[in-house]
């Protein structure tokens, strides 16, 4: 990840914003900075595990466990995928209580029991990280809308704001000061309250294991993978488009929608196809991750080269 290969050179104007960005935080290493959800990753082996022989919708097969729970971002522990699971072996998840707040008629602070008792159902979803990667999930949760019902949004609510537990001490990457802790996420109220929007608990049947953001995380499947944040804290009803910890480290590569997209190009790379991991060949990337039945109607009249 800190590896950034030549062909991979930063364009000028995502320079110019990263040096505006470095000069407001300081000298911090540009290095670092590089490493902000890029790509230039190293594959792991290709060596597929046994799942349980089930498969998406599509027809791809279950990740396995290992593969799930092996490969991870999660920045709070560290940048290097494979180290993320062993430096999160401790990490308390118990007890946990997720604060939901802001424009709703009945505020309320939800134990990780109580979230459990919403529900816990499975889903089998695709999930595709920006980089270009790529893994099949089957996530154990429940739809956020259930959560959002319970706590009767106002009128004003047009926004949901996500926002991951902030303890340096038990997440040595928040020491990092580069990046603008804590993880901050967001979506328009009516994708949150979209079915396929998960608050998930638990993979392959078990509890969420903490470097897959246990105990309590999003999936939202048809956005890039920085949107489905982690070890969720707090969730807030706001009136304005919250602004999210890679839009406001690196403004020209991550935007307020991340709706995977195959046509637009990040910056830095190609979005056109992903390496779903444990194969060698590419696969080309489906358009709303395989969802736009779902949830192209949400988007309807938008410019989604503009809405990013
Ligand atoms: N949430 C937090 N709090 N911190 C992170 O670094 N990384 C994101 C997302 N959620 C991240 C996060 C990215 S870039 C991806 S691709 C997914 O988590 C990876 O989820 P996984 O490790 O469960 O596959």
């Known amino acids: 990840m ?25 000298a911090l290493s540009a290095a670092a900075l590089l490493a902000a959800c890029g790509g230039g990753t190293a594959a792991p082996a290709a060596t597929p595990l046994p799942t349980d022989g089930r498969t998406d919708e599509l027809g791809a097969p279950l990740s396995s466990f290992e593969q799930i729970t092996t490969y991870n971002n999660y920045y709070e522990f560290t940048t290097d995928k494979a180290g993320v699971a062993r430096l999160a072996q401790q990490f308390q998840t ?30 089998i979803y695709r999930l595709r990280c920006v980089e ?10 429940f739809p956020l809308h259930k959560l959002l019902a319970a706590v009767e949004p106002q009128a004003g609510a047009k926004y949901v704001r ?3 537990l902030f303890r340096p001490e038990a997440m040595p990457g928040q020491h990092d000061q580069l990046y603008p802790w804590p993880y901050v996420e967001g979506l328009r109220l009516d994708e ?22 246990g105990p309590v995380r999003l999936v939202v499947p048809w956005k ?29 590569e ?3 929608y991340a709706n995977v997209n195959p046509e637009v190009a990040h910056p830095r790379w190609s979005q056109a196809s992903e390496r779903r991991i444990g194969e060698l060949p590419r696969r080309p990337t489906l358009r709303f991750n395989g969802y736009a039945d779902q949830v192209a109607a949400l988007y309807a009249g938008m410019d989604l080269r503009a809405n990013y």
């Open 94 to 123: 118990s007890p946990w209580a997720v604060q939901v707040g802001g424009l709703v008629g009945k505020p309320r602070t939800f134990s990780l029991e109580e979230l459990l008792a919403l529900g816990q159902e499975e889903r």
């Open 192 to 213: 949150a309250m979209h079915d396929l929007t998960l608050l998930a608990t638990g993979l392959y049947g078990r509890d969420l294991t903490p470097q897959n953001g």
């Open 2 to 26: 800190h590896k950034i290969p030549a062909s991979e050179i930063t364009p000028e104007q995502l320079y110019l914003s990263r040096r505006a960005f470095l000069g407001a935080a300081g």
């Open 162 to 164: 996500f926002e991951t």
């Open 254 to 256: 991550y935007g307020f």
């Open 132 to 141: 270009g990667w790529s893994m099949v999930i089957p996530w154990r949760g």
């Open 224 to 252: 890039y993978g920085f949107k489905s944040i982690k070890a969720v804290v707090k969730i807030d009803l706001v009136a304005e488009a919250p602004t999210s910890l890679w839009m406001a480290l690196a403004p020209g």
